[in-house]
């Protein structure tokens, strides 16, 4: 007796369809290994409970008979489809000096503007200009950020307002004492998981010549207890490191390696004074999936402060990712800035003059796949989540530009438009987490003008510089 095999349930409706768009795509075989990017043509991104469950071709727009449609639809026609940018390190809130340190030396920067003004700051100050830097990178198609800075409790209110997705540490000082890294570690206890998961923490400590080697230590310890990663600067010019030989007999890296900071999770911001003998030790760390390193290029241009040694961390293994470092030091949050000029300047300084390193998909590869390593955030199968891809399985972290500008047509390559013609105006719509957060343009988040309104007044009172200063920058 034939029997009819049971219906199979209809697969539920996803949240969110962005339909017919182009979408950047990795693991495709070619020039750039198994992890290769490329393009794929008239695709769906279908999203359900804030993460892709498909990437593929366009469905036929006649939904099956009793199909539930989407709960909601982007028309992704015209537009390419790329993950949201992951922006390594930065200082969120340091938009509030923006151009208030200019052409000065890096002592002169620290000792005679930042951290004198910095000493002025309320939690109130650090909420306004984390709005407004979560604004100005959504709107730039950034969705996750790794900030280490002040106040951050008021940086988590504007990461839940906004919509963003967040890695974020409270930096300490030795000068602090104990109860700053107590501080420190309470807030990544606290604040593990908020904004419905979009909230990740880690340990903040300064940088080696702010924290002493036991301090350093024992928050090595703090995070191999507690399964917190570390994000500090370490080595961020030629001149800490030869400073660093001279105080220790030893490198910044090498310190962090005597403290046991390269056997956690540690992320390490700029590493321009990375040297050869560097590189075992970070090639270690990373074999264990352990480091990676955060490059803001066009600071260092402003600073004069050479560049991260990208070639030579690639070789070792190390992930970089790409960053904007802070507003202050960088101008801005542009992460498609940092993109060409991490090009540009690869190809000139860090690849010795290699007009074929660092081509337009290994940039993309560094500010997608790499970044997402380097803040931790690669592997789906962890409780932290995953970013960097247009894959199922991931966060449905989202950008979607318009190439249709003038300075972006004609389109003969898709990545080198990517990497050497887009802005962030080119930017239409952002999801974040399955949920549009932008949208035509227009942040749907944040009310920048009421942020700005209420900013202006204490403009004054922040700038000053005759008040105090939370630090003396001794490298």
């Known amino acids: 007796m034939e029997t009819t095999p049971p219906a199979r349930p209809a697969a539920p409706a996803p949240d969110l369809r962005v339909e017919g768009c182009t979408a950047l795509v990795h693991g495709l075989s070619g020039d750039d290994g198994p992890d290769g990017i490329g393009f794929a043509e008239d695709v769906d991104v279908e999203v359900s409970g804030g993460l892709i469950t498909r990437v593929g071709p366009a469905r036929d727009r006649s939904e099956p008979r009793g199909a539930p449609p989407p709960a909601e639809v982007l028309d992704g026609r015209g537009l390419l489809a790329v993950p949201g940018l992951v922006?390594?390190?930065?200082?969120?809130a340091m938009v509030l000096f923006r151009g208030a340190a200019e052409d000065v030396d890096v002592h002169t920067w620290f000792n005679g503007r930042i951290w004198p003004m910095?000493?002025?700051l309320?939690?109130?100050d650090v909420e306004l200009g984390a709005?407004?830097?979560?604004?100005?990178?959504l709107l730039g198609g950034t969705t996750t950020f790794a900030d280490h800075y002040f106040h951050m409790d008021a940086v988590a209110r504007a990461v839940e307002v906004s919509g963003v997705r967040a890695d974020l540490g409270w930096a300490s000082?030795?000068?602090d004492g104990p109860a700053g890294r107590e501080r420190g570690l309470d807030f990544a206890l606290r604040q593990r998981g908020a904004a419905a998961g979009?909230?990740?923490t880690s340990l903040a400590p300064h940088a080696p010549y702010t924290v002493t080697e036991p301090d350093l230590a024992v928050v090595a310890e703090q995070a191999r207890e507690h399964h917190l990663p570390v994000h500090l600067h370490a080595a961020e010019t030629l001149e800490q490191t030869r400073a660093s030989l001279e105080r220790t007999g030893a490198t910044p890296v090498q310190v962090l390696a005597r403290t046991g900071l390269?056997?956690?999770e540690v992320l390490v911001a700029h590493g321009t004074g990375v040297v050869e003998a560097d590189l075992p030790l970070l090639a270690q760390a990373a074999e264990r999936g352990l480091v990676g390193v955060a490059s803001s290029p066009r600071f260092y241009l402003k600073a004069a402060h050479g560049t991260t040694p990208i070639r030579a961390l690639t070789s070792a293994g190390v992930p970089v990712g790409l960053a904007t470092d802070g507003a202050a030091s960088n101008g801005d949050l542009d992460l498609w800035a940092s993109l060409e000029v991490t090009s540009l300047v690869q190809?000139?300084?860090g690849g010795e003059g290699d007009p074929t390193w660092m081509t337009s998909r290994q940039v993309l590869h560094h500010a997608t796949t790499q970044s997402a390593q380097a803040l931790h955030l690669a592997d789906p199968r962890s409780s932290r989540g995953a970013v960097g891809r247009l894959a199922p399985g991931f966060r449905a972290d989202v950008a979607l530009l318009d190439l249709s500008a003038p300075h972006l047509q004609p389109v003969h390559d898709l990545a080198a438009t990517l990497v050497h013609a887009t802005r962030p105006g080119d930017v239409r719509h952002v999801v974040v987490d399955g949920r549009v957060v932008v949208r035509d343009r227009r942040v749907l988040t944040v009310d920048v003008p009421a942020v700005l309104e209420e900013l202006r007044p204490r403009l004054a009172a922040l700038t000053r510089r005759d008040v105090g200063r939370i630090q003396t920058y001794r490298p």
């Open 87 to 92: 922006n390594c390190h930065t200082h969120a």
């Open 118 to 120: 910095e000493s002025n």
């Open 122 to 124: 309320t939690e109130r």
């Open 131 to 137: 709005l407004l830097a979560c604004a100005e990178m």
């Open 173 to 175: 000082f030795s000068s």
């Open 198 to 200: 979009r909230i990740t």
């Open 262 to 264: 390269l056997d956690v």
């Open 347 to 349: 190809k000139s300084l």
